[in-house]
């Protein structure tokens, strides 16, 4: 089964209008589905561009700028819920925090088809910055997706870097992670691009990565972007032997722009048969060997 798949490398640029915004994402999303792209998948707060349509004192503000664009996230989830069927592609439109009953807020990444709303899955380990200066809650639980392309699930940037993350949807049968990232520096892109890698070994399975970029100086929150989008899968036969099936050149370009490259899911699911290696079904013999007693 081949699947053509688009990862935004989306750069963070703000719209003097909703309507200006909308085509904007219209356009960018036609750009991906005009070469064949299946999937769509933008990065983590890529919906907080929204906030550059607040006024300057809130866009300008960490905690207004997230608690503003509230009331602009139903007329967000039309426009990406009318984009899927336009194009008749599954689209991951990235994350946005979302404010619960409770009033807490959540780093929540929907995903739709031609249909409807799939779900959404919340990031659930959250980084210093959210913690500490943003109040952002963590969810709770794994979705996993069950597609017509196979069935996948959603890792919010940090939380690709948790192994045991990535193994519950292995367990459960994922065969492609999307992961829409967002860092501030080439470290923190390193960083969960190596957990891609890692949750792609592991678990011989596809992981998919689109990263936010650019300079936004008129946001507290996304200030800083560098990333690249990427695509990988396990280094085995069959398949590229760094396990990098697709990378964006530049790490930080002046525009948005995609990612695009066919993944054969029958390749990866072959490695689990016949690889070189068994990570998948070798996980749990680990636990047994870490409790051995060390020699003296």
């Known amino acids: ?15 003097r209008s909703f309507e200006a915004y909308a085509e904007h994402l219209r356009g960018l999303c036609g750009e991906a589905a005009e070469a064949g792209a299946q999937l769509l998948l933008l990065p983590e707060y890529a919906g907080l561009v929204l906030s550059a ?15 503003g664009i509230q009331p602009l996230l139903p007329r967000w989830l039309s426009l990406c819920q ?25 780093n929540r990444a929907w995903l739709f088809d031609a249909k409807g709303c ?20 963590g969810g709770e639980g794994l ?28 367990e459960a049968g994922a065969d492609l992670l999307l992961v829409p990232s967002c860092t501030d520096s080439e470290a923190g892109y390193h960083r ?3 957990g891609c890698q890692a949750r792609a070994l592991e678990n011989q399975c596809a992981v998919l990565q689109a990263p936010t970029v650019g300079l936004a100086p008129w946001s507290p929150a996304l200030d800083e972007n560098y990333g690249r989008a990427g695509l990988f899968v396990p280094p085995d036969h069959g398949l590229p032997a ?3 099936l697709a990378l964006s050149p530049a790490l930080c370009p002046e525009q948005s722009q995609w990612l695009i490259a066919d993944l054969d899911l029958d390749a990866v699911r072959r490695v689990r048969r ?9 996980w749990p013999e680990q636990f047994e060997a870490h409790t051995r007693r060390l020699p003296s």
């Not at 925090?97 to 959540?106: I, L, N, Q, T």
């Not at 016949?274 to 070798?282: A, I, L, W």
């Open 118 to 137: 799939l779900g959404y899955q919340d990031k659930l380990i959250m980084t210093r910055f959210e913690r500490e200066h943003w109040c952002i809650a």
């Open 192 to 194: 969960v691009r190596i």
């Open 1 to 15: 089964m081949s699947l053509r798949v688009a990862a935004c490398q989306y750069a963070i640029e703000p719209h």
């Open 242 to 244: 760094d396990g990098v």
């Open 143 to 170: 979705r996993l997706f069950d597609t017509p392309h196979g069935r996948l699930g959603i890792l919010i940037c940090y939380d690709s870097e948790f192994p045991l993350l990535g193994r519950r949807l292995a």
């Open 82 to 106: 009318s984009l899927a069927a336009e194009f008749e592609v599954l689209l991951q439109p990235g994350s946005v925090p979302v404010r619960a009953a409770d009033g807490r807020y959540h």
């Open 274 to 282: 016949e690889g070189q290696v068994f990570t998948r079904r070798d």
């Open 53 to 67: 349509l607040l006024a300057p004192a809130a866009r300008g503000d960490l905690l207004a700028s997230i608690h």
